[in-house]
């Protein structure tokens, strides 16, 4: 057992869920946008109802100062972490951050998983499926796409890498708990 994982284990209230809604090995995306033209992959209800709970209890507390979160594959026993990430109470003007705050209808942000651009599965999104917006794709999330997902392409090709329409599809492997993987 690494010590990491030690820690995730003895964490009091940690939870552990898979990010994304899928069927078996397909993840489910949605449409957003004014002209609902952006595909968005859709999270899944256990990890938001796992956000919702954290932050709820945690806003209910006045020694609370936010949460940490970490992105990664495998399952819970077997963890291997690639991205941490923090969500604070705190904002830069206000005394809850727009982040979490509302965070039961805050879609858009959501504790920094949120649908909307500069936020990760807006910005996931975007490099997934090239939809185009006020920026183009990040390398940050170029990578997370490249590493998360295995990326089917049917014709007609349109999207930002192969040019083809993509469906997303989950790496093979036991559970879906951001196993996820996109293969060349």
Known sequence: MTVLQAWLDAFPGAHFA??????????????????RDRRILTRSAPFEDAMIDLIEQGLSRDDWTGLIYLMGIGEQHDFTPLYVGKAERRGKTHAVSRNIDGIRHNPDRF???????????GDLSQAMFGFTAYRGPTVKYRRWSQTLFAVMCTVPCTCCCCRGSRTAVARAGSGNRWRLRRNR
């Open 18 to 35: 898979p990010l994304f809604e899928t069927d078996g090995l397909q993840v489910h995306t949605h449409q957003r946008g004014k002209a």
């Open 111 to 121: 504790a920094r998983w949120g649908y909307g651009l500069d936020y990760h599965l």
